[in-house]
């Protein structure tokens, strides 16, 4: 069993930057054994959306939305997934789940204030 626990949400002006993390435990030798790593996110009403994916093996792939403003990376030695997410706008504000293949973590509300 796989567990995952994002962390790094919180309150930011437009403009600002927050840097999620997700942090994975349990049966896990390498992060990179999953198949697709990857940050989603919610809003209000709406449903949920891919922001950034790790395949194995491949590069990042983002929504045109944060390409340029966001970026995904891994640390196996961390068990991480983490998010950098700069220039941050309104339109951000969302709760944002990690995944690594069918694993989901709880969210962590990222909210930006105009």
């Known amino acids: 069993q796989v567990h995952l626990v994002e962390s790094g949400g919180g309150l930011v002006q437009t403009g600002g930057s927050l840097r999620l993390s997700c942090a994975a435990s349990?049966?896990?030798?390498?992060?990179?054994?999953?198949?697709?790593m990857g940050w989603y996110r919610q809003a209000p009403g709406k449903q949920r959306e891919l922001v950034a994916t790790?395949?194995?093996?491949?590069?990042?792939k983002y929504a045109d939305s944060v390409k340029g403003r966001f970026t995904i990376s891994g640390d196996n030695a961390k068990k991480t997934v983490d998010l950098q997410m700069d220039s941050l706008k309104p339109e951000d504000t969302a709760v944002y789940y990690c995944?690594?293949?069918?694993?989901w973590g709880q969210g962590t509300q990222v909210t930006v204030s105009s």
């Open positions: 995944t690594m293949d069918s694993f």
């Open positions: 349990g049966s896990i030798v390498s992060i990179f054994s999953f198949n697709t």
């Open positions: 790790i395949f194995s093996g491949g590069l990042p």
